[in-house]
């Protein structure tokens, strides 16, 4: 909830620009000008900037090596993944309370104006604590007169509460609808508008699919089938069993990775949406006799391959799974281990390849019964779960991504047997890598679209069909998409 403000904060005056002779490299004396949280946080603001790092995995990763527990531990993930997810919603305050461009603004300055206008527009902090941390780093990583732009900059942000910020900086909702929802959001406005084509008919819903991006994602866990039941691993998490999925249990909170079912391989952390698609798989319907021969196109970093593997135990299924690149390909066989599967380290787009490494396996391979082809995306469909992905994923990704995908579907095909299904996924709504892939697949191949709907029963508010599309505000899942495609030729 915002912290009710004073009407208005002092003005802002532009401190002096630096000589270009001047040393604007970082000085890392006075360390200690941020408390071990709010470092934790700049720093780790720092690395996504400057290495494209990820802070979902940045972030932890320095907690433990800096000791950092508790309370602290919380806050900075509060602050670390807060000002990520809302950056571009922040930098427009601050570009207007600054009266620049932030381009114009050293970016070390602009992580901590960030850093602090979070604090003070969408936490309890202190509007003094938020000021004076942020104003005390900025002196000791560069001089005072920058200092006094922090200082300057924030008391004005701290003046207004985040609905006024944002009545003065978003677009018109009169004349620009979708772009005032986007910023009010904290949502680049491409991805908004995608959002709102995949909705459809459906596009009124557009707010609650952008809230519900903004919210912290439940964890979700896959009890393996066959080892453990969804109930005991509820009752053992103390979580709850999930709507759809027969192997979901919803966690109320904690560490995942501390549960002892997922440390003994027992159970795993997969988003209820992944556990639907593997299943799905599974339940469509074959022509001819299932010869339990499965492929895994796409398998990194091997959920999926091992849902659908300990699946396909009872029906006697191998599953192949392919994955070109060395590391995911590791974790692929530490995800299955124990389980029937074996693993490809070769591009899932060379079908030839594909069938000489599964006869050279003694398979005798003619063809595959069922194909997972669960594509690399934009990933717009999981941004809750990626703090800095929304602003880093720009349209310019598109064209190299949806060919890739299409490359990948035309493979499924000719590897599945005629009868066979191939389900195409992505964790994208965006109809260029969603319906436009399986459409061109649609015109170029012998297949048939099947009616996904009743695949993911007893999911509802699905979509019109024959596709899936899931949404986190309507399922709680990330924005799944699935086609179902059965080959006739």
Not at 47 to 62: F, H, I, Q, W
Not at 392 to 405: G, S, V
Request: some cysteine; overall charge negative; proline content about 7%.
């Amino acid at each position: 909830m915002d912290k009710p403000r004073n009407s208005k904060g002092p003005n802002t005056d532009r401190p002096r620009r630096p000589r270009d002779d001047e040393d604007r490299r970082p000085r890392r004396e006075a360390r200690d000008a941020l408390d071990p949280a709010r470092r934790a946080a700049f720093d780790t603001l720092r690395a996504v900037a400057e290495r494209d790092a990820y802070a979902n995995l940045a972030l932890p990763a320095m907690l433990r090596e800096r000791g950092i527990t508790g309370r602290d531990a919380a806050f900075a993930t509060e602050l670390t993944y807060g000002t990520c997810r809302t950056s571009g919603q922040l930098d427009a305050i601050i570009a207007a309370a600054a009266n620049r461009s932030v381009d114009d603004i050293d970016p070390v300055l602009l992580d901590l104006l960030r850093l602090g206008a979070y604090q003070l527009l969408r936490t309890r902090v202190e509007d003094h604590a938020a000021v004076t941390t942020a104003v005390g780093a900025a002196k000791a990583e560069f001089d005072s007169v920058r200092g006094g732009f922090v200082n300057a900059v924030l008391r004005k942000i701290a003046g207004r509460s985040l609905d006024e910020w944002l009545a003065e900086v978003a677009p018109d909702p009169g004349k620009d609808p979708i772009g005032n929802l986007a910023l009010t959001h904290a949502h680049p406005r491409w991805i908004a508008q995608a959002f709102a084509d995949a909705l459809g008919a459906d596009a009124g819903e557009l707010a609650e699919v952008l809230a519900a991006d903004d919210a912290r994602p439940q964890v979700h866990l896959a009890a393996r089938p066959g080892v453990l039941s969804a109930a005991d691993l509820a009752e053992q998490t103390g979580g709850t069993v999930g709507r759809y999925s027969p192997h979901a249990v919803y966690l109320p909170g904690g560490d995942p990775g501390k549960v002892a079912a997922v440390r003994e391989d027992k159970a795993l952390v997969q988003d209820e949406g992944s556990q639907l698609i593997a299943q799905a798989l599974t339940r469509a319907p074959l022509e001819g006799p299932e010869g339990g021969r499965w492929l895994d196109l796409c398998a990194g970093p091997g959920g999926k391959t091992a849902l659908l593997a300990a699946l396909g135990t009872g029906a006697d299924a191998v599953v192949t799974a392919v994955e070109p690149a060395g590391r995911r390909a590791e974790m692929v066989e530490q995800n299955t281990a124990g389980l029937d599967v074996a693993v490809l380290r070769v591009d899932g787009r060379d079908d030839d390849a594909i069938r000489a490494a599964v006869d050279g396996l003694g398979a005798g391979l003619g063809g595959f019964d069922r194909v997972l082809v669960d594509a690399p995306c934009t990933g717009l469909g999981a941004l809750r779960r990626r703090p800095e992905a929304r602003w880093r994923r720009q349209p310019k990704d598109l064209p190299e991504l949806t060919k890739l995908q299409r490359e990948l579907l035309a493979s499924a095909i000719r590897l599945v047997r005629p009868g066979g299904v191939v389900l195409y996924s992505t964790c994208s709504p965006h109809l260029s890598e969603t319906v436009g892939v399986v459409a061109d697949a649609v015109r170029r191949y012998p297949v048939e679209v099947l009616d996904a709907r009743p695949l993911f029963e007893p999911a509802e508010g699905l979509g019109e069909g024959p596709y899936v599309q899931l949404w986190p505000h309507r399922h709680g899942t990330d924005a799944m998409f699935a086609a179902v495609l059965r080959k006739t030729g």
